[in-house]
């Protein structure tokens, strides 16, 4: 029987709770600023600290770094230093917070924020740990995905409309700064040390195999982000191409947020309902069709590039606890299902990259086509996920 991480006596299951809540105000501080990217990286672009080529190369280094933290955590941290790893790598998120209110320069950010991205990877590590050992693992991931997106899409406002306004990007860093380290106060008061996962029956003896439906379910994780990656990070000019404002496209954009509030809320109900490779499969295909049905989108193409967002926004976390249940059939134990968080992180970071060789100049018209590539891809690495029919004789 697995350590709990809470301090005060009480029922198991009031425990139980109290560390899952945790967990979640953890990780979703350590992936604020993945959702704050924009904002954040645009006001240091407009300062001059950092260069048009340095925002994407700054951008992306985070992402991959957080990533590797999460990496790290799987493959070489103990659980039993749960309290310490997170203690001190929510203190070092809101250091180097601080530190990139003070350094200029598309290489010294990049190496701050490459730093801030391996200690929030840490920080999600700790969070996936807890998950992976809850009672019903993938609900109370579609639960971390959603409260994650509310608070990114919360605090982007209140830095947009009261921070920056008042205290200027610095501000915006200050903040991050401070929840961190309202994070790291709250490991060191209630987190406690994780117990070993425990194989199933079927898996006892067997260990960690890397199998071909363990590395065909990170596969999948790994493309369908990097579908969404991919289009999203041109979502601005490819509305633009549509036919909206840049104002239009920005408030667009917000509402994609709670479209993805919406898709995990229903995720998260259903997900112990439906079969999940078909639900997979399903928004592979919507993920492509859609984004096929944007890149015909031009001028006066406006509604139909809106109910398309719409749409895809929407799979985007309704999908997400699916892969998590499918990283559970593959492998009970749940080791499969603590680097999900990384193979969504390298999916959304890999995504934009391939989609920026494609771009010239101004023109984004072949971006929705790498991201149906990426799509497709998907639906082609989903029968990896089953496990082969094995033929006994007598």
Partial sequence: MSTLPFTVPAPASARTRGAQALAIVVGSVALLMLGLQPLLLGALLEAGHVTLEGVGLVAMGEIVALGLGVLIGDLVLPVRSLRAITVVAAVAAAALNLVTMRVVGDLALGLVRAGAGIAEGLMVWSTTAVIVRAAVPERLAGLFFVVQTLAQSMLGLALAHLV???????????????????????????????????????????????????????????????????????????????????????????????????????????????????????????????????????????????????????????????????????????????????????????????????????????????????????????????????????
């Fill in 164 to 394: 920056i306004p008042t205290a200027g990007w610095p501000g915006g860093f200050a903040v991050l700064a401070g929840l961190c380290g309202l994070a790291a106060l709250l490991a060191l008061a209630f987190a406690r040390p994780l117990g070993p996962l425990t194989p199933t029956v079927s898996q006892v003896g067997i260990g960690m195999t890397w199998t071909r439906p363990r590395v065909g379910t990170l596969l999948v994780v790994f493309l369908q982000l990097a579908t969404l990656g991919a289009l999203w990070a041109y979502a601005e000019p490819l509305g633009t191409r549509a036919g909206f404002s840049p104002l239009a496209v920005q408030t667009l954009i917000a509402a994609g947020l709670g479209m993805q509030v919406v898709g995990g809320s229903v995720g998260t109900w259903l997900v112990r309902r439906l079969p999940v490779r078909p639900v997979l499969l399903g928004c592979a295909v919507v993920l492509g069709l859609s984004a096929l049905g944007i890149a015909r989108t031009e001028q006066g193409g406006a509604t139909a590039f809106a109910a398309l967002c719409g749409l895809f926004t929407f799979t985007w976390l309704f999908m997400l606890p699916f892969q998590m249940a499918l990283a559970f059939r593959v492998d009970g134990s749940g080791r499969v299902a603590s680097l999900v968080p990384a193979a969504q992180l390298f999916g959304s970071a890999f995504g934009p990259l391939m989609a920026s060789l494609v771009v010239t100049g101004d023109e984004v018209a072949p971006v929705p086509f790498v991201a149906a590539g990426f799509a497709a891809l998907a639906i082609l690495a989903l029968p990896l996920t089953r496990s082969p029919v094995r033929h006994t004789t007598d």
